[in-house]
């Protein structure tokens, strides 16, 4: 995506939603973990992958005025998936609707995995929406 204002030309890449997905899932305390379409964990709080090898793993389309994210997580067994995925959502609206006030955000979260000592799949999706104001 690319944003023009009257200093020049700004790129936005998925490393930007990378990282704001990240820091919203380390909230979590290690309960959530980013993960690929396939059930692998990549970053934990601790352990935190690199934003280029994240943004590889989340899927965004963006047109003139919407930016539709997809990423996934795995969850540690015996934690609560509604209300992580309700703080990780909440803040990665907060942190895109400053960033991009005019557009409409769109933000699914798939869980699809639950970790104990190995990863069981799940298939759970969660979704949130930013509506600017017009």
Known sequence: MN???????IKINNTLYAKVIYQAVSLTDNEMFMSAATPKIL???DRKGSTTFLSQNIEVTETDDEIDIV???IAKFGTSISKNAGLILQNVIEDLSYA????S??????V?????????????EFVTSYEPER
Do not use: C, Q, W
């Open 71 to 73: 990423f996934y997580v």
């Open 112 to 124: 699809i995995g639950v970790k104990s000592k190995n990863i069981a799949r799940r298939d759970l």
């Open 43 to 45: 970053a934990t709080k």
């Open 100 to 103: 991009f006030p005019n557009h």
């Open 105 to 110: 955000i769109h933000v699914k979260m798939k």
């Open 3 to 9: 944003i023009e204002n009257g200093l020049g030309t």
